[in-house]
């Protein structure tokens, strides 16, 4: 079967639901989630959205908080063009109904948080549920709108391409799983936009919801797109250690509000930084890292006790109960926090409008990288960046839908080419099991601390595990689970291969080979090209 739509928007976080809201009163937009509507790593953002609010903050404060934190390779032109456009976007939320909470003096205007990096208040929050109330506000009008059509338990497996009349080859839709139905149908579009968010699967802890496996970015990078940077993976500091919750996270806004970062003798691990417990994330995630080896220690403690309990139950009500349905009570117990792979700061590149390298192609938000966050992101500049590219793509998308017809894809087309669908046999349970395998040797080799030894390790695993993949896709029939595998093991590969490129330490990327930054070769972007693509040649009627 094959559907047709103007705009066809895979993913449904922040970016590409405000996308297809924007563009959804020009043409027919279909969404695609992967698992249920809200099951998005925007959903589990606590911390909140950076934007220029305050009385004594200035747009130039922010970029430069930026600039700082992205350790000399964020664009400058992109990072002004964020912040620049974060106020509109607040104000943009509140029209649609986004309750962000207000301030105590001010109750007209939000308040404003602070986290890591940032040498202002100006973390636009709702309370520690951000990413959910936006997200919940989004869906509703997603699904109130007569022109966007939803397809939840979908799951994008490749992208489609065909010749535009000038002969390029230009992406004009997907090849869809139905997950329930086991069958694949193709999706065409004018346009096509990526907004699968990150890859946090590919690492063993990660504060990541389960369907971050990275699917954007393998099904971009197979179809031709160029990517950048993706040595830059962002360990947030903070993801609860328990043994029943694997990937909670405890929001940089509890340290924004005094909490402090403990060993098990209570001695404060951030005291020698001058911005202690709220420096950048690569630096206190370094700094735990090392507390943790030199001690023997499975974890270090976040300690908040110290703030009155009423206030901590009412700032962090999410933190507070999920914690204490754990049988901890944060108000009175240090938590136990270990750092945990949280947001990949590469990408597919893309210029300023969200267009990748392939023609007919976009990607906006995690999935993208705009030259923002550069080597390191600034905490709450994601759902930001989002907004904003989301915006921009937009427009720049109904300009370029007007002056294309729909792709010319027509029954009976090629089946998907990447594998045969259908029941997976027993054997599967080998090629699910390389995922804990690569998830596992990426957390050890390829996670906070590097070396080119740990990194050429890490690529001679992959390469096994990669063969054993692709064996069992020509000889089996393979599943929603195994396509998500191939992803995983696809983003592995373009990580080691970006950090092996990479020989010095900037950064998210810290490298006990190379531990000195070196401007002179290496202050430019990593960018990585397929250089045998998949095209799909023959698909055109
Ligand atoms: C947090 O709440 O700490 C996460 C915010 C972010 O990752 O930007």
Not at 5 to 27: C, E, M, N, W
Not at 57 to 71: F, I, K, M, N, P
Not at 337 to 349: F, S
Not at 362 to 389: C, D, F, K, P, Q
């Amino acid at each position: 079967m094959i559907i047709k739509f103007d705009y066809l928007v895979i993913g449904s976080g922040i970016a590409g639901l405000s996308f297809a809201l924007k563009v959804a009163d020009h043409g027919q937009v279909g969404i695609l989630a992967k698992r249920s509507l809200t099951d998005t790593n925007t959903n589990l953002a606590q911390g909140g959205i950076a934007a220029v609010m305050g009385q004594d903050d200035l747009l130039e404060y922010h970029v430069q908080d930026t600039l700082a934190s992205g350790g000399g390779l964020s664009r400058l032109e992109t990072v002004k063009t964020v912040v620049e456009a974060g106020p509109k976007m607040i104000q943009e939320l509140r029209a649609f109904g986004v309750p962000f909470t207000a301030s105590v003096d001010h109750p007209d205007q939000p308040e404003l948080g602070r986290e890591g990096g940032h040498s202002h208040r100006r973390i636009i929050h709702s309370k520690d549920m951000t990413g959910q109330t936006v997200q919940k506000v989004l869906a509703e009008k997603i699904l109130a709108h007569p022109n966007i059509k939803v397809f939840d338990h979908y799951l994008a497996l490749d992208l489609l391409q065909e010749k535009d009349p000038q002969g390029q080859m230009r992406v004009t839709g997907a090849w869809v799983l139905n997950i329930a139905e086991g069958d694949v149908l193709a999706m065409t579009a004018k346009v096509t936009v990526l907004a699968t968010g990150g890859s946090g699967k590919v690492y063993l802890y990660t504060t990541n919801p389960d369907g971050a496996s990275g699917d954007g970015l393998a099904m971009g990078w197979r179809a031709g797109a160029d990517v950048a940077n993706l040595e830059f993976v962002q360990f947030h500091p903070t993801c609860l250690f328990h043994p029943q919750l694997h990937n909670f996270l405890i929001s940089e806004a509890v340290r924004g509000e005094g909490a402090r970062l403990i060993n098990s003798e209570g001695v404060p691990i951030m005291r020698d930084h001058p911005q202690g417990d709220l420096a950048c994330r690569d630096v206190v995630a370094l700094a735990i890292d090392s507390e943790m080896k030199s001690s023997g220690a499975d974890n270090v403690f976040l300690d908040i006790t110290h703030r009155p309990p009423e206030f901590v139950r009412d700032r962090f009500p999410k933190i507070y109960s999920t914690c204490l349905s754990l049988g901890l009570d944060i108000t009175r117990q240090p938590i136990p926090v270990v750092p945990a792979a949280h947001y990949q700061c590469g990408g597919l590149l893309v210029d300023l409008d969200g267009r990748t390298t392939r023609p007919g192609l976009y990607a906006i938000g995690e999935v993208a990288a705009t030259g923002l966050h550069g080597a390191n992101r600034l905490a709450s500049n994601s759902l930001l960046e989002a907004l904003v590219m989301a915006d921009r793509a937009s427009r720049a998308a109904q300009e370029e839908a007007k002056g294309i017809g729909y792709p010319r894809l027509t029954e009976p087309y090629s089946p998907w080419p990447g594998g045969r669908l259908g029941h997976a046999p027993a054997e599967a349970v080998l090629i699910t099991q390389s995922w804990d395998e690569i998830r596992r040797f990426m957390w050890n080799y390829v996670g906070i601390v590097r070396s080119d030894q740990r990194l050429t390790m890490a690529a001679k695993r992959l390469e096994l595990v990669k063969a054993e993949i692709d064996e069992f896709f020509r000889n089996f029939e393979v599943d929603a689970d195994l396509v998500e595998v191939r992803n995983i093991a696809v983003v592995a590969e373009l990580i080691i291969r970006s950090a092996s490129t990479r020989q010095e330490s900037r950064g998210l990327h810290f490298s006990l080979s190379w531990p000195q930054q070196d401007d002179l070769n290496f202050k430019r972007d990593t960018v990585l090209r397929n250089e045998s693509p998949l095209l799909f040649p023959g698909l055109s009627a």
